[in-house]
């Protein structure tokens, strides 16, 4: 098994490298870019897991809807979309707000979590499992300077703490804890990511991908380095497609089905 999941949100990528600017909080990159994806996911008949915002989800409730209505799991992504070095930020209170909103549109329980920026530790598992998530999705077991150094942590699904049910999913890692979602795709190519797909399914691992809505139209930011607009649009599209047709019997389900809650 193989799970696709997207994390849909406001576009503040200039705010996180500190520039003020009103492109920050723009829904509409996001929502062009689900477009494009349920597409896609449509196309192949493959179901995946949507890691949403409440600010998008308040934006942009019809296409909650749609994509809830299109069979793919709804997930959490924090309200505010910036957790990464916020020390003014409840994060237990902002994701209690997002949690509401996904929660009355789809009239259904969230079940997953995905902390904006991937800022994993053990006070969030305790807070998830105070608000009944079943699993949480944030850590990224590799190193990022100025992010996250995660190279001593688990890369497959573990009970982070033994007092609370939350389950942890890692988003997937090459053998050598190379990052192989997002960014990574476009900068390094997808050969390279299904190359460690397939070393993952040969040691019974279940590849764990992520990538954002936006990075499925052409960013033109001038806010933002290059990286964040390099090679997105149609050729990332593409690149997702190819990985899709090289695996078509994986299959590919949504978080939820790969730990079967
Ligand atoms: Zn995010």
Redesign the pocket.
Known sequence: MIALTI?C?QWNCPLLEGKKVNENNETSFSKKGNEIILDLLDKYKIKATF?I?GYFAEKEPEQVRLIKENGHEIAC?GYN?FYRDNKDLDIKQDIVKAKGILEKITGENIKGF?A??MQYSEKLIEILDDLNFKYDSSLHPCYLPGYYNNLTKPTEIFKPLENCDVIEIPASVSSFRFPISWLFIRLFGINRVIIACKKLLKKNMRPVLYF?SWEFIEMESKYVPFYYNFHTGKSFAKDIEKLIREFKNAPFVPLETLIKI
């Open positions: 994390d949100e890691f915002t992504h979309h995905r904006p920026q954002h």
